[in-house]
């Protein structure tokens, strides 16, 4: 068991659960004051890797969660949840690479979030793409599929 | 302020905090028993995105970490620990895309985790390069430099 506190907080316009098309979206990320000094010498890099707790999922459901099936994707057969993106997961974390657009103060303006408003942060990381950047994936075809309809 | 709880932990033979050369490492990750069901289609996955906590890590020190040099970087100015991929962070989270080897039950084979041995596991997800790739990066000489000594 581990207890973090959040670095920041995120706001934006995002109020409700959305299922996707983030990609757009612009989003502030306010650093706590305390930790701003941290936030030295991020404007160099284009993009950022925002870790965060999705605070308003409901606790795990092993039962309903565990085996389920991609969202629109009925007729195959239940997926694991660690085989999944869905953000119902035994530990609500988000992990996403977003694009930095500039840093005002203490706040981070990036996007591409898909975070609602209020979300609070647990790390922000540079984007490095030897550590992060994975050429050559494979993957299901039911993914190929969810994927088309995202963004 | 969170709490989570482990989804399972790491296996290898890395038992001292290392700076780097993960690459080739090959690492178990067995996750919990009663939460092997939700790797259920895992297997059709090239790469997994691991979420684990740097459990090892002192406290976060404020005055000591917040800026400081980049390893090997002492003639720069300090940079923020926010633009930097140090493990001594206020939330000591590591988040790595590794190659996923193969799933023998409930315990995933990898390559690539920089993670010691005993670590515990907060997350796994697919690795989507639609979601987790990045293209067009920039980021700074310092940064070039450091990760060309990396591997």
Redesign the interface.
Known sequence: ???????GVVHNDVNKMSTGNYAQAESRIE?NA??A??????A??????V?F?L?RIPPFD?EKQ??RNPRGMEHL?????????TKF???P?G???V?LVSIQGNTLIVAGLDAMDGT?V???????????????????DW?VTM?QG??
């Open positions: 068991m581990v207890t973090f506190n959040s670095i650093i305390d930790l000094p941290g936030l030295q010498g991020l160099e890099f284009s993009h950022v890797v870790v707790h605070d092993k565990l085996l057969a239940p997926v694991g949840v660690f085989a999944q993106r997961r035994p530990n974390i992990v996403t690479p694009r609070p647990l790390d922000v990381k540079p984007y490095i793409p030897e550590f992060d950047r994975v050429d050559n994936v494979k993957m299901p993914v994927v995202y963004f």
